[in-house]
């Protein structure tokens, strides 16, 4: 039986707080900033990374959920 092998992900900081943020709906860069208390261009930068690493996808113009 082949066991089937779980990928863990290190989280930074800036990224827990955006999933916090965003775990209930679909939000604007500026409204997470909002949220989290980050600095506008972190959470872009934040975003990018996220989005390669398929945590979040973007919903419109500089809007984001997590990836289900």
């Excluded at 990018?48 to 500089?62: F, H, P, Q, S, T």
């Amino acid at each position: 039986i082949e066991k089937e092998e779980e990928i863990k992900v290190q989280l930074s900081s800036q990224e827990q707080a955006i999933i916090e943020a965003i775990s209930d709906g679909t939000f604007h860069v500026q409204e997470i900033a909002n949220k989290t208390r980050l600095e506008l261009s972190e959470v872009c930068s934040t975003l990018a990374l996220m989005e390669i690493k398929r945590l979040v996808i973007k919903d419109g113009i500089n809007e984001y959920s997590l990836c289900k």
